[in-house]
C-alpha cells in the first residue's frame, strides 16, 4: 500500500502507538526487528500516545488518509482480509487513495479496523 501511496504522491508512515513497558513485543528493538523486514516506509514511535489520542485511534491497525488540507478523508481497514489479502473481497484503503489522487470524493471515508486494541499505558 505504501508504494501505490508514493506512486499517487502522497506521503505513507506506520506509527506504534502501543505501550511497549507493558507489552514487550511493541519495544523499540522489536520495532526495529520488523521494520529490517522490509518496510518501505518510515516506522515511528508514538512514546506518549499522543497521536493515537489525537486521532481516536481503536485498534491496529488502523489507516488514516489525510489530504494536502491535513483533513482526514478515510479511516479505517485496509480491506476485510487484513491476515490474508488473498482472501480480500473489499479493498478500501486501496480505493480511498485512488479517489484522492483523482481528486475524486472517497465514497466510504469510513470503516471498522480489524485488529487488536491499541495497547494503552
Known amino acids: 500500500m505504501a508504494v501505490k501511496a508514493r506512486a499517487n ?3 505513507f508512515v506506520g506509527i ?3 505501550d511497549p513497558v507493558n507489552y514487550e513485543s511493541d519495544s523499540w528493538d522489536n520495532m526495529v526487528k520488523r521494520a529490517m ?3 518501505s516506509y518510515p516506522y515511528l514511535h508514538d512514546k506518549t500516545q499522543e497521536i493515537a489520542t ?3 485511534a481503536e485498534r491496529t491497525p488502523e ?3 489525510i489530504n494536502a488540507e491535513g483533513r482526514v478523508v478515510y479511516r479505517g481497514r485496509m ?3 487484513p491476515r490474508d489479502p488473498s482472501h480480500a473481497t473489499t479493498a478500501e484503503l486501496s ?3 485512488s479517489s484522492l489522487a483523482k481528486g475524486e470524493a472517497i465514497t466510504n471515508q469510513r470503516t471498522e479496523s480489524i485488529g487488536c486494541s491499541v495497547k494503552w499505558k
Open 63 to 65: 489507516f488514516y488518509l
Open 79 to 81: 480491506d476485510d482480509s
Open 95 to 97: 480505493d480511498a487513495i
Open 54 to 56: 489525537a486521532y481516536g
Open 37 to 39: 523486514k522490509g518496510m
Open 9 to 11: 504522491g502522497i506521503g
Open 16 to 18: 506504534n502507538s502501543n
